[in-house]
């Protein structure tokens, strides 16, 4: 049962793109990032404090140009988290290492590690931006950084003559748990809690998006857009595919529509039973050009059952929908009606085909 769970937990997917996304989506990459800040000012604090105020501190030279340089970088790196873009995977997993060097470096140059043996939970803090932000193999790196840094300060401390070592016992049994348990069981959570949010968002028998997932992808999507096309496309005579062929290959049909629509830096979504969506960013040219290549695409001499899609494409210029008060969700519903009308047209020139709509939504010439 153990074996399961840690497989389980070292499989489950993740993506730090996803992950700031949906945090940004929902606000709370600023409340994040200004906690991120504080924890760095706090942890330069903590280091000045053991440098000038305790009675045990660093007597090497080289202890305190650690302390100092910890107290320094903090002050720089706290200032970044509230001034600078949000960071890069890259620099987010430069981030967590610079965290748990830093921690250990400061507390090893401390002059008595008992006395500070339980500040190593510190490394405990440091799994809540692991665990949110990365993946179990990153999460795995931490807690071996961190487990390697509680076996040290033990043996340094049951090499001391000094130290009480019935104490030190207590201290390892107390940070155990905090150290590894608790960060491994909670992102084994998050990342449950993460999949589930997303299979909810996708159709089960296509793998794209429902609706509910697009109109969750479309804010993020739209972000430094100045153009929206959005495409409705339709599986011609699907009901005589059923027929024919069985719901079996009805299923199969589609799953192959959605494959052949699926294509990088484009939204697909299944709106409908046969039914389609493609939002990009495309101009309306470019779009019409993308919408014929998947008309193109629909068919293969190779399938069981023949295919051929009708596409509306509906387009907008994206600031348009400031002056008419849409947000992303608002403005796509409206270009897919325009588009679904256009793709019924599509179907009435006997289907096979594209037809590009004649007016946005707000009822002007397109751009």
Excluded at 93 to 113: E, K, Q, W
Excluded at 188 to 195: A, H, I, P
Excluded at 233 to 257: C, E, P, T, Y
Excluded at 324 to 333: F, P, R, Y
Aim: aromatic share 10%; with cysteine.
């Amino acid at each position: 049962m153990h074996s399961t769970f840690l497989r389980t937990w070292w499989h489950q997917p993740h993506s730090y793109a996803s992950v700031v996304g949906y945090l940004g989506l929902h606000g709370a990459l600023g409340p994040y990032r200004l906690a991120a800040a504080l924890s760095t000012f706090f942890y330069g604090l903590g280091a000045a404090a053991l440098l000038l105020l305790t009675d045990a501190p660093p007597t090497s030279a080289i202890g305190r140009s650690i302390f100092v340089v910890a107290i320094v970088s903090t002050l720089v790196v706290g200032v970044a988290w509230l001034t600078a873009p949000w960071p890069s995977k890259r620099v987010s997993l430069m981030f967590a290492a610079y965290s748990d060097i830093g921690t250990t470096l400061v507390l090893l140059s401390y002059g008595s590690p008992q006395t500070i043996y339980l500040a190593l939970a510190m490394l405990a803090a440091n799994s809540v931006y692991v665990q949110l932000f990365h993946s179990p193999r990153v999460m795995a790196l931490h807690l071996l950084w961190a487990g390697t840094a509680v076996a040290l300060f033990f043996v340094l401390i049951s090499l001391s003559p000094d130290a009480d070592h019935g104490l030190a016992v207590a201290q390892l049994v107390v940070l155990i748990p905090i150290t590894f348990m608790g960060p491994t069981f909670f992102q084994y959570l998050l990342l449950k809690l993460q999949v589930q949010a997303q299979a909810a968002n996708f159709d089960p028998l296509t793998q794209v998006r429902n609706r509910r997932g697009l109109d969750e992808a479309l804010p993020v999507y739209f972000l430094g857009a100045t153009d929206v096309s959005v495409m409705v496309v339709d599986v011609d005579r699907f009901k005589s595919i059923n027929d024919r062929f069985g719901h079996h290959q009805g299923d199969a049909a589609l799953q192959l529509v959605a494959r052949r629509l699926t294509r990088n830096e484009v939204l697909v979504a299944r709106v409908g039973g046969e039914e389609f969506a493609v939002v990009t960013t495309s101009a309306e040219a470019e779009a019409r050009a993308l919408a014929e290549e998947y008309r193109d695409a629909a068919h293969s001499a190779e399938d069981i059952a023949s295919l051929t899609v009708s596409i509306g494409v509906a387009h907008c210029t994206y600031p348009s929908a400031e002056d008419i008060g849409l947000d992303a969700v608002e403005l796509t519903t409206r270009l897919l009606r325009v588009a679904d009308a256009a793709m019924y047209e599509a179907k009435k020139q006997g289907g096979n085909r594209v037809v590009v709509a004649g007016r946005s939504p707000r009822g002007d010439r397109p751009a």
